[in-house]
């Protein structure tokens, strides 16, 4: 263990350091005041710090409160050491987030004790970190597996999922009853609302809903359970699940799949809501960013609550501001025009490159864009430089 001692007294300082490092068994850095061991802390791997309570400046529990203050992702063992022994001041220390407190004179076996104590306490703690880290990065793996599965599906609406996620979370954040656990279980859901769409026929996908006969309707809102389905079988995705299963729930209580109404509806599975139908609005609708509250309004009340849509009507206020600002924007292919010029590579659906940035485009090379597209390699939007 690297232990730091901080104490202003020299000679307990040099005491404490010389039995310590005699017992063979750790690392020990000094510091004469609190100010010091501050510093050390913030830039050296401390795992155990021993502590005078009183000392100029920074005293030991100004410093136990600065450890525990910060957001360093490794626990710090904190042991005080103070002549102030009554059990006002052990309790007094104990609520500043001290781990354990030793009174003076020090009795050299009992520190030492208290020191395997404190390094038991804090390898678990690594050991912990580390099996979370095994779980997390399993989970992710997980997570991107599944998207990619969607995304191999169809490639538009990996894409539409990938912006969904995007949005609920920066909606999520916004949100006062959102608390920063429930973020991640947020964006997970939004990524992967739509997998239950790959047991659906694509014949199906591409009608309007409107077009859908009552099969194909049904088979359609079953996605939102298909869904929460496939990712459920995994004990640490059930939380994503629930959320994709509700995600087509309405406000006024007439979506799918279970007709939930207003706050019977999580608020995790609203936001994934809201933040699907304004990407489909902009980006499968295509409607101008300047139009978009037209629509949002007539959906107030109805399939959102009016609390998103005012943060939706925010939020677009915000990519309009963005959007005037660019020097590209995107063009349908049809939109293209000779003189033009490309402000981003043009790839295709594999990755393959077709044409470069900064190329003027003629008539020729339009034609071999649409061309691109219509085999189905291509995207039917480019970016291209704004005019000055």
Known sequence: ??????????????????????????????????????????KAPIDIVISDWLMPGLDGLALCRQIRERTAANYVYVILISSQDSKTDIVRGLESGVDDYIAKPIDMDALRARIAIGARIVGLERSLNAKIEIITDNHYQTIRMFSQLVEAFDNDLGGHCRRTAKLAVELAARHPDVGDTQIPIIETAALLHDIG???????????????MVDDERQLYQ?????????????????PAALLVAMHHEQYNGKGFPDRLAGNEIPIGAQLISAASIYDNMVHKGR????????????????????????????????????????????????????????????????????????????????????????????????LIRKHP
């Open 287 to 382: 409607i101008d960013l300047e139009k978009i509250p037209e629509h949002l309004n007539r959906l107030r009340g109805y399939q959102l609550s009016p609390e998103l849509v005012e943060m939706l009507m925010e939020i677009n206020v915000a990519r309009r501001h963005e959007q005037a600002g660019r020097t590209e924007e995107e063009r349908d292919l049809d939109a293209l025009t000779p003189g033009m010029t490309l402000a981003a590579n043009v790839h295709m659906k594999t990755g393959a490159f077709v044409m470069a940035a900064d190329t003027q485009l003629n008539a020729y090379l339009i034609d071999k864009l649409k061309h691109y597209h219509t085999v189905g390699t291509i995207s039917d939007k480019v």
């Open 222 to 238: 079953s996605h939102a359970s298909m869904g929460a389905r496939i990712i459920g079988e995994i004990e640490i995705m059930k």
């Open 1 to 42: 263990m690297n232990i730091l001692i901080a104490d202003d007294d020299p000679v307990t300082l040099k005491l404490l350091v010389s039995r310590i490092e005699a017992w063979g068994e750790h690392t020990v850095t000094a510091a004469d005041d609190g100010e010091k061991a501050w510093r050390i802390i913030q």
């Open 197 to 211: 769409m790959v047991g659906i026929p694509k014949a199906i996908l591409n009608k309007r809903r409107t077009e």
